[in-house]
């Protein structure tokens, strides 16, 4: 389905709906991504899901109001896009900062989400130097414009082999280029503000998939066992993509794919 366009307060949201599957899945990108991120999930047999995939506020398509933002504002954003759909309970997917705003949804709409799918995310703060580097970041990325900050964060997004892969490369760095600065510097304070997740993992009541790549050097595959071991009453599943790094849905999409045909058909 075509883009389509939602008014928030003082900008657009931009979004698709693909396919017509019983199940409503709400895919959340990471940082510094768009909605096409889920290009191999959307496209993917079989058709059991409907997927909604919203560019957030700063990046593809959707207008970037002026920072900074709140982690809060991404999942104001998402509920504004579920009420005008009127979509009750999706299944949440967030990948790294979209599992960040999966849990500030969880937060603040604790009854509007019926199960989850965390991939290449973690529940903790940012240590200090990560949290001044954000920031700093977020201060000049209007002077620089956003290649430097896209073009270093490549390279940690994919493993060797994939940094191989040309057309892959082509496709990610085209889906970085699309974020505006007031998107990056957005999300820059919005991360480096975020809470700890921790007690929101801690108290979830719906079940769970973990995804990690398995060579993940942002969010290692220990940050995703420790996930598993904090969710209560056996609700998380934890699957490893092999020959993956921090975008295992577009490195291996096949295994990547299956885990979450897997998780549905356990719903
Ligand atoms: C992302 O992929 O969304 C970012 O790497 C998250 C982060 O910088 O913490």
């Known amino acids: 389905m075509a883009i389509q366009k939602l008014r928030i307060g003082d900008f657009r949201l931009a979004y698709q709906i693909h396919g017509s599957g019983p199940h409503h899945i709400l895919w959340i990108h990471g940082y510094p991504l768009n909605?096409?991120?889920?290009?191999?999930?959307?496209?993917?047999?079989?058709?059991?899901?409907?997927?909604?995939?919203?560019?957030?506020r700063g990046f593809g398509q959707s207008d970037g109001p002026a920072p900074p933002y709140h982690i809060d504002d991404f999942a104001d954003d998402l509920i504004a896009l579920l009420d005008h759909l009127q979509i009750q309970n999706p299944i949440l997917a967030g990948l790294s900062m979209g599992g960040y705003i999966a849990f500030a949804f969880l937060r603040k709409y604790p009854h509007r989400a019926s199960a989850l799918i965390l991939a290449d995310t973690h529940p903790n703060t940012d240590p200090t130097e990560i949290h001044r580097a954000r920031l700093q970041t977020a201060a000049k990325v209007h002077r620089t414009g956003i290649a430097p900050v896209v073009n270093p964060m490549l390279e940690k997004l994919l493993t060797p082999e994939s940094l191989d892969n040309k057309p892959l490369v082509y496709t990610v760095r085209k889906?970085?280029?699309?974020?505006?600065?007031?998107?990056?510097?957005?999300?820059?304070?919005?991360?480096?503000?975020?809470?700890?997740?921790?007690?929101?993992?801690?108290?979830l009541t719906i079940p769970t998939q973990i995804i990690v790549g398995e060579h993940d050097t942002i969010t290692p595959p220990s940050l995703a066992q420790q996930m598993h071991n904090q969710?209560?009453?056996?609700?998380?599943?934890?699957?490893?993509?092999?020959?993956?790094?921090?975008?295992?849905?577009?490195?291996?999409?096949?295994?990547?794919?299956?885990?979450?045909t897997t998780f549905l058909n356990s719903l």
């Open 175 to 203: 889906i970085a280029e699309r974020s505006s600065p007031n998107g990056i510097a957005g999300a820059l304070h919005a991360m480096a503000r975020r809470p700890d997740s921790n007690p929101t993992l801690q108290s």
């Open 35 to 56: 909605a096409d991120m889920w290009r191999p999930q959307v496209d993917a047999p079989p058709h059991i899901a409907t997927h909604i995939t919203p560019d957030l």
């Open 231 to 260: 969710i209560p009453n056996n609700l998380s599943t934890l699957t490893t993509i092999p020959q993956s790094a921090h975008l295992p849905n577009l490195e291996n999409p096949q295994p990547f794919n299956q885990s979450i």
